[in-house]
């Protein structure tokens, strides 16, 4: 993966730029307090750093806690082949950026730590978003809500969209009566 190097340095402490707010996607958002520029490093996602063992369990628990109609927000971020980052514990104001499908920022990698960079540019006031690049497994346990124009309707990685898209028009024909 690529590094992407900041147009404003050195960066501003993040919460000069952004903040917490209640979001129209999901629970807490957060927004940008003033104009970013696209290019623009904002924040890193930290957490607390756990196994994939540990990771998977967190998640089962999770989909299990779907599953019986409870909440499903996840702050588990991965962060490489042997751990992912859980901004629930040690995280900052980076793990309530909710996901959509058109979204204004991306994560990225740089040097075994994950930053949220601005994609394009950011109007203050403007909700911040990137794509949580889920896997196509357990689709149906994460809806999205983004309001995006091409919202897939599910949290799915962008590159893996055209499976979802499958399944469902799959679906479709065998719910159509004959
Ligand atoms: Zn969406």
Redesign the pocket.
Known sequence: MTASRSSLEPPLPPSWVIRRGRSRIHGSGVYARVAIPAGYVIIEYRGERITKAESRRREIARLERVRRGGDGTTYIFRLNARHDLDGRRGGNLSRYINH??DPNCRADKIRGHIFIIAERDIARGEELSFDYGYGFRHWELNP???G?AA???F?VAADQRWRLLQARAKAARSARPR
Request: hydrophobic letters at 30%.
């Open positions: 959509s499908c999205c809500r983004c995006a919202c897939a309707g949290i």
